[in-house]
């Protein structure tokens, strides 16, 4: 049996709980939600459709240093395709990549030559030596004898103790070829081959610009990369 003071308190709770549904009700016309609904998202504008991809996807490469008699070309000088390559001599992956170059030539012909630019890259300690010894090896016995100490060095190693054995072993003078290398006198000609490189969009080694000297188009095969991934980079840009 409830007493007098039970029923005031138990009245008194019935009489909050209906106070609480009036302002929960009130509180949800005023924000426009409906109670025990969530707001509907707006919707989203329709985003526009990227455009297709240009059909020719080989890049044309404005800031290239034009390629001239100056350069170590092997190959036909007149040929339509050029690989151009710049190159570290401390690289093992422009020594394994070197044999695919050699390659090409023999399967293009005349169609195609090959250029070589040092890149001699700073954590490769010979590098920059071996490059002045190759320079030094084309004054002292041309452009044959350049490619020559090139093959040799991919071959057996940058090691600047052998590289005046390298040059005797091809023919040249051992005393001329050592004393110009000791000079220093071609460390500003491969700096400036480098420069030229990273103004072309070179980043590594072996970094290979691919291009057609009549159509000045250019693919870029970066890497040593396979044999066919050169011949579909030449084909693409043979007319």
Not at 49 to 60: F, I, R
Not at 64 to 83: F, L, P, Y
Not at 98 to 108: A, E, G, I, N, R
Not at 169 to 186: E, M, P
């Amino acid at each position: 049996m409830s007493t007098p003071q039970q029923e005031t308190k138990m009245w008194f709770g019935v009489s909050m709980v209906l106070i609480g549904i009036v302002i929960g009700f009130a509180g949800s016309k005023m924000t426009g939600t409906p109670i025990g609904k969530l707001p509907t998202a707006a919707p989203t504008a329709a985003q526009p459709t990227p455009p297709a991809p240009a059909e020719d996807p080989v890049p044309a490469f404005a800031d290239i240093e034009a390629i001239t008699s100056a350069d170590h070309i092997r190959g036909n000088a007149d040929a339509e395709i050029t690989i151009l390559e710049y190159s570290d001599l401390e690289c093992p992956f422009c020594a394994r990549v070197h044999p695919t170059m050699v390659q090409l030539l023999k399967d293009y012909g005349d169609k195609v030559n090959w250029v070589y630019r040092h890149y001699p890259l700073s954590f490769h300690p010979t590098a920059q030596k071996a490059a002045e010894a190759a320079e030094c090896a084309a004054e002292l016995g041309g452009n044959d004898k350049f490619w020559a100490l090139v093959d040799m060095i991919y071959e057996k190693g940058s090691d600047l103790a052998q590289l005046g054995t390298y040059a005797k072993d091809i023919g040249l003078n051992q005393t001329a070829f050592q004393k110009c290398v000791d000079s220093g006198k071609y460390a500003t000609k491969t700096a400036e081959m480098m420069q030229s490189g990273t103004k072309a969009g070179i980043q590594g080694t072996p970094g290979n610009l691919i291009i057609n000297n009549k159509t000045k188009k250019v693919a870029v095969v970066s890497g040593a990369q396979p044999l066919a991934n050169f011949k579909t980079a030449i084909d693409g840009l043979l007319e």
